[in-house]
């Protein structure tokens, strides 16, 4: 299952012929093991992975600490519901070190992360502090990189 994990992690696109081929296993055992794991939330979703550079859509992206005080009786799982929730968040991981969580926004603007930072996220009950950092560039995302001398039509290698 580990290894079915990891050639779906780097490619969603797979077909199931082809992972059983890879896995040396049965078609039918490949497509009821992903349909377990998919059952059972361990594959939460597939997603691609998109340089925003090369298109002409405009995104910023925001990385964000948040310092917060953990509530009682339910720590800080509540406070991340919370702010979970918002749109905006692209990711948000509970942390050691300067803060208790660091996310991942995006918004179309610096405007509008300043703004769901200001009336959104800073008001949010628990979060007693914020330091937001603006993305100037992306060099690589979910394992994969985004190499702008590459020629086009020249697949990047996945090991």
Request: contains cysteine.
């Amino acid at each position: 299952m580990d290894e079915l994990l990891k050639l779906l992690e780097n490619n969603a696109r797979y077909e199931v012929k082809d992972l059983a081929a890879l896995l040396n296993e049965d078609e039918t055992a490949v497509s009821e093991k992903i349909e377990d794991l998919e059952k059972n939330g361990i594959i939460a979703g597939y997603h691609t992975i998109i340089n925003w550079e090369k298109s002409d859509v405009e995104i910023t992206k925001a990385v964000i600490f948040v310092n917060c005080v953990p509530e009682r009786n339910a720590g800080y799982d509540k406070i991340a519901e919370r702010i979970a929730k918002y749109p905006e968040v692209e990711s948000l991981s509970l942390i050691s070190g300067k803060a208790e969580f660091i996310m991942e926004v995006k918004g179309k603007t610096m405007r509008e992360v300043s703004n769901f930072v200001a009336h959104k996220l800073a008001p949010t009950d628990g979060v007693n502090g914020t330091e937001t950092m603006f993305v100037l560039k992306e060099y690589k995302r979910n394992g994969m990189g985004f190499d702008d001398n590459k020629e086009d039509g020249e697949r990047l290698l996945l090991l």
